[in-house]
């Protein structure tokens, strides 16, 4: 494979990881997130501080130790947090990653806005990355499966459709979200450290708003809720780019009207469920 082809598979699997990562919070649970790209800049910049501290730990290490800060971040912030609903908590969660952004920004031992420079890939070819990026993906979708069946998978569905309803069956929805937000920053924590020793160099514009968004727009488009389909939209809007690098003024005009015309055709996203009208339920 030619390097080009193998930079594509590794950067485009790291947002596929991203993408299923903000799937399992805004999929599973039903809860709207709009600063998913602080926990990647958590993770990314945990893993670069630990890597230039103590450069004897070993990769796998440094990918553990920035998913497991980012989780925990996660749940320190869920009980005032996941009290709020809707717009609200899309607000809450939006302040935060303006927050993280500008205290990367801010901060001297980040590297303030030039971030920071020269972190170790750990002798580690472009094609090295490739596995421990994909069994971490991997990892994810697994988690996301098992989410998505058996009770747990019953009880968010539940959560998700009439939260009080599910209170009065008995179902306690503030444990289930924490999981589901702390299982979403712990892998978005470990995309970061991984992206960090990639490109070995990370600055805090690459964790910023319109990261989040793309983000979100990659699991809407795919489909909330399912395994693969955060997989499919992060692929499709990741590699749009470069079948559009002729019109890249345009670019950002393709994105509005594919977002749109899924948006009225496919509102449930590309592998979404199609929801059966009450006539088709009774016919069936």
């Known amino acids: 494979m030619s390097a080009y082809i193998i930079h594509l598979i590794n950067l485009g699997?790291?947002?596929i990881l991203l993408a299923s990562?903000?799937?399992?919070?805004?999929?599973?649970?039903?809860?709207i997130s709009l600063g998913h790209a602080a926990f990647f800049g958590i993770g990314a910049y945990t893993s670069a501080l630990l890597a230039l501290e103590f450069p004897q730990l070993p990769f796998f290490v440094l990918i553990a130790c920035a998913g497991v800060f980012s989780g925990l971040i996660a749940l320190i912030i869920s009980p005032p947090a996941l009290k709020l609903k809707d717009e609200y908590l899309a607000v809450v969660t939006l302040g935060l990653g303006i927050i993280v952004e500008l205290f990367l920004k801010n901060s001297d031992f980040t590297g303030g806005p030039d971030g920071i420079f020269g972190l170790p890939n750990f002798g580690?070819?472009?094609?090295?990355?490739?596995?421990?990026?994909?069994?971490?993906?991997?990892l994810c979708l697994s988690v996301s499966w098992k989410l998505s069946r058996?009770?747990?998978?019953?009880?968010?569905?539940?959560?998700?459709?009439?939260e009080f309803t599910a209170q009065t069956l008995g179902i306690s929805p503030f444990p289930l979200k924490a999981l589901c937000f702390a299982l979403s920053a712990l892998f978005a924590g470990c995309a970061g450290s991984l992206y960090a020793h990639y490109i070995t160099f990370i600055s805090p514009g690459a964790f910023g708003l319109h990261t989040s968004i793309l983000l979100l727009c990659m699991v809407v488009l795919g489909g909330m809720g399912t395994v693969l389909g955060p997989a499919l939209g992060a692929a499709a809007l990741f590699l749009l780019p470069e079948l559009l690098q002729k019109v890249a003024d345009y670019q950002e005009l393709v994105y509005g009207l594919l977002l749109i015309i899924t948006l009225i055709f496919r509102p449930q996203g590309l592998l979404g469920k199609t929801r059966k009208t009450k006539k088709n339920a009774q016919a069936a």
Not at 21 to 31: H, K, M, W
């Open 21 to 31: 990562s903000l799937n399992i919070i805004v999929g599973y649970a039903g809860l």
């Open 13 to 15: 699997g790291i947002y």
């Open 124 to 138: 580690l070819p472009p094609s090295g990355f490739i596995a421990y990026i994909w069994i971490i993906l991997l």
């Open 150 to 162: 058996g009770q747990v998978g019953l009880n968010l569905t539940a959560i998700k459709e009439n």
